[in-house]
């Protein structure tokens, strides 16, 4: 990259607060044409401020914003828009119910020349194709129905959007967080693509490997303020994360050996949604157990079906050899299986609940007396207990789940799990959107657990987790397992190879 | 601004005390207490004990529909049949014991359970048949309990029930009226079980985020029965309380009255997302509607005026929450 290229937008200074809390210190931070700038930091360190500041959502303290040379006021998303920067959330905002071209133009319609009213669904139609044609998808999907079409090319036709709108500059904030392996990969053939049509992109990932893969510049930020903007190519990955936790986080995977014990859970001829072939496997104390595929390989659906999420079907599972019942999420939990789900948000809290609540809520038999009142000071007494074992910030429980950040969301989610005094751990992508701290300290976490005797199940698409934590990877691959890995045996590629079912 | 700020270890917890913040959390009290300055300054008729007393008195037929209203809209849904269902109730209530001749009590019973059944009813009809929304099946209900009370009796009312059924709606402990200490105890009774009984707790996190109830082991099916039930019940409850202030049970009692319990609910600051909301707010709201209507007789405004008025504050308060809302989502 050209240093001496002028940037395209440059802002300096930048500061803002909400009440007393200073969530932007003074940023300053650079993108120029053609280049991709990632923004890594830990959950809170300021990032999405950043960039609901450059996309207008949010109006900054101090500081000034330069877009090719000239300095610019945002103040609505309109504005933003204008100039040409372009937004893709990691939450979609495309209507399900729309046709895909109709998604592209959603709000600024073209119309029939000297008919002002009348919507021209030709031109719409044509426009819509050849920007799907520059990211190199299929350009008939413009008449598909949004809601067929998966969640990698749906997060293709937002980018197809910001092409259609003659964006300079697009941001994307964590794409890759929900996309199955191949998605991921067309994803980055499409940021490739747009870079080498002099398209600007600001990238946020907690995922190293793509940060090195797609990245050219690299700014790190830590509680409100810039550290400092690196070459990628030029500097090491363990740097960033020093830069980024502020500390050297000796291991970024704390794996501990423990004694292999007898047989603890077992699974035989369950019937999985959406699968041919019955499923399979049993788990040992004293080993976590990863399940690894690609998305969409039925490895959530596995979890769901035994936990009893969905309507039963065949199958039994045992646990230390007894078999266990199971037709409901209820039968789960009292047989001492726990669920951590992968969508915390949607599937795991409470977000307008108190903390307490949300940690209580699975076992609230546990607290209720004979009198059949609960008994409020024992919960909020084994509430704490798991905000300070588990180091949640901050450890005020009269907060509600909301206003915690994604890392310290997820911790609640697992003591909500830990209260249920759970035997079997089911942890479905446990790190996912989580800063490098937090995520140590879910693998401790895992650690301690089998130790004190637990069955620990990781499902999970990042590979070098499954390799760093567990002791025996199964891949799945269209429902059914297509390997079993002592983790010496497995490498990336053995991996990624049974999981494309290769 | 007064904030205490707690060092901690790593965390830091601050707590704001500010005067803005507590505006917003007790807005709804603040509310009432406002209306009840304005118009003792207005009419020196509104402040006396007769008066507060006719209130209360007033007030409670909304008050047990509202408390009932109060847990569908926790779970996210509505009840739109109560009004319909406190009529169906009450009819029934006089076949037995006037046309009938049927002990008391045993229609106190048919009321009750005449109520609960059509809330249970309402409750099936959402988890087991899976209609999409309540106010689909509660409005069905509505329209379904509404034409047997007409169909009862040839629309006819029902008049000269026996003194143990008025009891409820007619009598005065002291100058206090029998049916306002009935909501007074239904509303602890009701606070209990909202905060201290599981199904209670389990009424929040249902409204909160259905699915992760689910999978956290709740029955959700059976727990939005209870509700439905609940509110039935409370239909039932505010239809013997009407009867003996009326003496006479009609086929069209009850019409619309879901709409001001409804009100009472949201102007009590409960959230239509379901979630969020009391038994304390609810008894507030149900009072401002009260005290309001009430005020605006005594300076002799209008009944239209009066609806127009209720309108008014309807949006008002629910205004006063999305600002609240907006900045608890900006923190």
């Known amino acids: 990259m050209d240093v001496e290229t002028k940037s395209l937008l440059e802002i300096r200074g930048i500061k803002k607060s909400f009440d007393q809390n200073h969530v932007l210190k003074g940023i300053d931070f650079d993108v120029k044409a053609g280049e991709v700038h990632v923004l890594l930091g830990e959950n809170g360190a300021g990032k999405s401020t950043l960039i609901k500041i450059l996309t207008g959502a949010y109006q900054k303290d101090a500081g000034e914003i330069y877009w090719e040379g000239r300095m610019v006021d945002l103040n609505t998303p309109v504005d933003a828009m204008n100039i040409g920067i ?58 598909m129905q949004v809601s067929r079409l998966g969640i990698g090319q749906q997060q293709l036709v937002e980018v197809a959007k910001a092409l259609a709108l ?68 030029t500097t090491e990955t363990d740097y960033w994360i020093e830069l980024m936790v502020g500390r050297s986080l000796d291991e970024k995977f704390p794996k501990q050996n423990f004694t292999l014990g007898k047989e603890g859970f077992r699974v035989e001829g369950l019937e999985v949604e959406g699968t041919q072939e019955p499923v399979e496997f049993s788990v040992r104390y004293g080993e976590i157990i990863g399940i690894s595929g690609l998305v969409g390989a039925g490895r959530t659906e596995l979890a769901r079906a035994i936990f009893g999420a969905d309507s039963s079907k065949n199958g039994k599972i045992f646990i230390d050899g007894k078999e266990v019942k199971i037709k409901s999420p209820r039968d789960a939990i009292n047989s001492g299986i726990a669920f951590i789900t992968e969508d915390r948000k949607g599937e795991g809290l409470l977000l307008d609940q108190k903390l307490d609540f949300n940690i209580v809520m699975a076992n609230m038999k546990k607290f209720t007396g004979k009198s059949r009142l609960i008994d409020l000071n024992a919960i909020r007494e084994e509430s704490e207990n798991y905000i300070n074992e588990l180091k949640v910030r901050p450890n005020n429980l009269e907060l509600n789940a909301r206003n915690l950040s994604g890392g310290n969301q997820q911790k609640i989610v697992i003591a909500k799990w830990l209260c249920t005094q759970a035997k079997v751990f089911i942890f479905d992508e446990p790190t996912r959107g989580i800063d490098v701290g937090a995520k140590v300290e879910v693998y401790r976490l895992m650690n301690r657990l089998v130790e004190n005797g637990a069955i620990v199940i990781m499902i999970s698409s990042e590979l070098p987790e499954i390799l760093g934590m567990c002791d025996r990877v ?16 497995a490498s990336q590629e053995k991996i990624m190879k049974a999981a494309t079912g290769g | 601004m007064s904030e205490i700020v707690v060092q901690k270890e790593n965390g830091t917890v601050k707590k704001n005390l ?81 046309n009938m001749g049927s002990n008391p009590f045993i229609g106190i019973l048919v009321c009750l359970g005449v109520g609960s059944g059509f809330g249970w009813f309402n409750g099936i009809l959402l988890t087991k048949l899976r ?43 002291g100058p206090i009226p029998v049916s306002f200490i009935l909501v007074i105890a239904v509303y602890v009774i009701f606070h209990i079980f909202l905060t201290r009984t599981q199904t209670g707790r389990y009424i929040y996190a249902i409204g909160g985020n259905p699915e992760a109830a689910r999978l956290s082991g709740i029955n959700v099916d059976r727990v ?39 009100a009472a609910v949201i102007i009590g600051g409960a959230s239509f997302l379901g979630g969020v909301g009391t038994v304390w707010g609810t008894l507030i709201g149900a009072l401002i509607i009260a005290v309001l209507r009430n005020g605006l007789n005594l300076l002799n405004v209008s009944a239209d005026f009066q609806m127009t008025i209720i309108g008014a504050v309807i949006i008002a308060a629910v205004y006063v929450d999305v600002l609240r809302q907006r900045k608890n989502k900006k923190k």
Not at chain 2, 40 to 62: G, K
Not at chain 2, 131 to 137: E, G, K, Q, V, Y
Not at chain 2, 151 to 157: K, V, Y
């Open chain 2, 131 to 173: 209609l999409p929304h309540p106010f689909i099946s509660t409005l069905g209900t509505m329209n379904i309990a509404r034409g047997i009370a007409l169909i009862i009796t040839a629309a006819a009312p029902i008049a000269g029930f026996p003194y143990m059924i008025q009891f409820m709606g007619r009598e005065f402990v």
């Open chain 1, 86 to 143: 372009a937004t893709i959330y990691q939450e979609l905002n495309l209507i399900p119910q729309l046709k895909v071209y109709e998604n592209i133009f959603l709000g600024r319609e073209l119309k029939r020349s000297g008919k002002r009213s009348l919507l021209d669904h030709n031109a719409m139609h044509e426009e819509a194709k050849r920007c799907l044609k520059m990211l190199g998808q299929n350009p008939n999907i413009a008449d």
């Open chain 2, 18 to 98: 500010t005067i803005k913040n507590i505006l917003s959390k007790f807005a709804p009290l603040i509310g009432l207490v406002l209306l009840v300055v304005v118009l003792t300054v207005l009419s020196d008729r509104f402040l006396t004990v007769n008066n507060v007393m006719n209130i209360a008195r007033q007030s409670s037929i909304n008050s047990l529909l509202a408390i009932g209203m109060l847990l569908p809209i926790l779970t996210a849904g509505i009840d739109l049949s109560v009004g319909s269902v406190l009529a169906i109730s009450v009819m029934l209530m006089g076949v037995t014991t006037v």
């Open chain 2, 224 to 262: 939005l029965i209870i509700v439905y039930t609940i509110s039935g019940l409370m239909a039932g409850l505010a239809g013997l309380v009407m009867v003996g202030r009326v003496n006479s049970a009609f086929p069209l009692a009850g019409l619309s009255y879901e709409l001001d319990a409804i």
């Open chain 1, 166 to 233: 003659d964006a300079k500059l697009i941001i994307m904030d964590e794409p890759t967080s929900s996309l199955s392996a191949q998605e991921v990969d067309q994803l980055y053939k499409c940021v490739e693509s747009l870079k080498a049509k002099g398209i600007a992109i600001v990238f946020i990932s907690h995922r190293l490997e793509e940060i090195r893969r797609l990245g050219d510049r690299i700014t790190i930020l830590r509680d409100g303020f810039k550290i400092d903007t690196l070459q990628v190519r």
């Open chain 1, 474 to 489: 199964l891949v799945m691959s269209e429902g059914k397992f297509t390997a079993n890995f002592k983790i010496e045996d």
